[in-house]
């Protein structure tokens, strides 16, 4: 398992060039199968629009381009490139353009599609999907003001926090920082507070 990054939820954004609307759509896909289901969403949508052309990147290595009728090299290519500058991974970005009756060129087809898609990937919040460790503590009640105050410094997120007789809390941590907040722990709680390990996972944190 490694880190990447990709995006929360789906966005979009669009522009007018000489007449000819450019709409950037981006999405999160995991499979093929799932990038060419929003590809086909998005051409039933604009089924009146002259290009619907696109670029994904999956986890798994796959990337995948069209111009869907351009000039070569002048729209799929410019929107795959956008996408891995950005350094997403697991998304889609499609570009509907609806033509204006004037001709951009090459190099105005190419400034053009990267626009839309750098337009869709600012639109979408990002997320980091990174190796992560769940973890559960008790504590007593006096203690967990301090150990909560000091989550702020490490990369985790409460999942759950129970108020019985003790408290206990499940957090999901960043791997890299679980040993630093564990060393913390100890030496904060004179080792009376323990981070068990409940699973190791890919987890989702915001960026």
Do not use: W
């Amino acid at each position: 398992m490694k880190e990447y990054v990709t995006i929360a939820q789906r966005a979009e954004d669009d522009f007018f060039e000489r007449k000819s609307q450019f709409i950037g759509y981006i999405a999160p896909v995991s499979s093929e199968e799932e990038a060419l289901a929003f590809l086909a969403e998005i051409r039933a949508k604009h089924r009146d629009a002259r290009h619907n052309c696109f670029a994904y990147i999956l986890q798994n290595g796959v990337k995948r381009a069209s111009d869907d009728g351009e000039p070569q090299g002048t729209a799929g290519v410019p929107i795959m490139e956008v996408v891995e500058r950005e350094g997403l991974t697991d998304v889609i970005v499609v570009v509907t353009r609806y033509f204006g009756g004037i001709l951009l060129g090459a190099g105005g087809l190419v400034r053009a599609y990267a626009h839309a898609a750098k337009l869709a990937v600012d639109a979408a919040q990002r997320k980091v999907m990174s190796p992560a460790v769940l973890v559960e503590m008790q504590m007593d009640y006096n203690q967990y003001g301090r150990i909560n105050n000091v989550l702020s410094k490490y990369t985790a997120i409460v999942q759950d926090t129970a108020f019985t007789d003790m408290v206990t809390m499940r957090i999901l941590f960043i791997e890299r920082d679980v040993e630093a907040f564990r060393a913390e722990l100890t030496e904060m709680t004179a080792a009376t507070v323990e981070a068990v390990e409940v699973e190791r996972l890919m987890g989702e944190f915001p960026l």
